[in-house]
């Protein structure tokens, strides 16, 4: 089963972030929202292996010991 | 001229069972002459098996209701003598778009697979449904086959017992009572039989209104199927366009939950809403009007005793995919072969509890499909409708994103892995006929593989030995020897064989792979048919 990567894999991770903020700069709450879903179906379609979704869907939910 | 759906097609007439002193007793009746009713009854007629329906009124349905008729069913209407009517009269179509807001999206070609008698859907009406397979009811009937329905014909209460049961019929001459060896219960979504038997039906009621208009109109609109998501003229919800016989259109509009339903009828109300979408310039006549909700729910389990439950009475699921009335005849493929071994005392009475087990896991898979195309169509919370446009949006500009969307996923046949009639499967051949597999179509020639099968047992043989017929227990199956060579397309190879030379398959009366093997092994295949009819 592949893993998902969970440890550092960006080679510019500054400039990936200030990427990402750029994007949604000039956007209104509405618009942003769209975006982000816009790019996580973007981003799954890229990494298309359904184990490593799956892997990504359990590390973004909220951590129990965090509510 | 009135409508077919106005005129009785089977008038009632006042039956000698009405004057008999006591009960008279049947074989089996159907209750409900609806497109399941009258397929289970046309099955067990055509097998020699007495079988009377009682419908409750004595005409066809009203209305289109169920338009889009499926491959799997139409092969099982070939095999009860009416497919071909049905292909005949039906719209075939292949393509479609899909709309969001003011814009498509995309189109869309299913590009049908070649090498099957039947399309993969048709579009037609269900009172046409109806009609043919009453046809095929009186064509029988002429041919002497121990068939018969009985128009208004009520039934009003139900007693059961081990062995028999008794129903209490209403009819314009009062009401009598009648018995049978086994009742098929197939009257509807709201099956009364249910109720008078008060059996559970759960499952989750979805909160909103569809409003159904079918239109009489000469536009030029394609034979596409034409989806809109959040319209310009039905804000925030969805609409459906689709072309049946006759130049009648199909038109479904979203309206939630909120509305006054009689109101929202009304021809005053409907006309200017379907001027919007088809522009003020376009003719067009109201044939028919309704507004539906829907739930997606089954009984825990189909068969109660010597009562069965087939089609919507036992299972009902939101009309996006066309999976009610396919679904159903399914159903009846299913069940009535298995029915037959039983009363003749072939098979135990507990090949029946296969019946179960293979339509409860089809009834499952019909209601998650339904379930997931509703909550995409209708999303239930913000975020929920977040994603779904974001899906639309990229659909617009990718193609990977058109998958996604999910409009209906259209009726395709339910495979019954683990099944306890299957045999494992030991010929590793393509996983499409598998174990539990209804049988794909492939051409030989000028026929086609499924027109060959039959309503018995079938061994059949593809480059491989056997023995013409095998009878284990009292069933009778019969061998049917093919060769790659039969197809010069190589279907037949591709999706019963594969990498394989040779392969020998028992299918059973309704089409389904109960066991294959690369050879005929007598003690293997003899296992095989006891598993396949409730032996072990």
Known sequence: MAELILTPNLDAPDDFYADLLATHETLDKVESDALNARLILVLANHIGDRDVLTQALAAAAPKEDTQ | MNKIFETPIYAYKHSPDQDASTPVRHKVIVVGAGPVGLAAAIDLAQQGVEVLVLDDNDKVSFGSRAICFAKRPLDILDRLGCGQPMVDKGVLWNQGKVFFDDREVYGFDLLPEKGHRRPAFINLQQYYFEEYLVNRVRELEAEGAPIEIRGRNKVSAVGTHPEHVVLEVDTPDGSYNIEADWVIACDGANSPMRRMMGLDFVGRVFEDNFLIADVIMDADFPTERWFWFDPPFNRGQSALLHKQPDNVWRIDLQLGWDIDKEREKRPENVIPRLKEMLGDEVEFELEWVSIYTFQCRRMEQFRHGRVVFAGDSAHQVSPFGARGANSGIQDTDNLCWKLKLVMDGKAPEALLDSYDTERVHGADENILNSTRSTDFITPKSEVSRLIRDAVLDLAEHYEFARPLVNSGRLSVPCTYDGSPLNSADALGGPARTRPGSACPDAPLGDAFLLSKL??????????????????????????????????????????????NDSAVYLIRPDQHVAARRPGFDDNQFRHAIRRATGKE
């Open chain 2, 454 to 499: 039959g309503d018995g047992f079938t061994l059949m043989t593809i480059d491989a030995d056997a023995p013409d017929e095998i009878e284990e227990d009292g069933i009778v199956v019969k061998r049917l020897a093919l060769s790659v060579k039969d197809d010069p397309t190589y279907e037949l190879k591709r999706r019963y064989l594969g990498d």
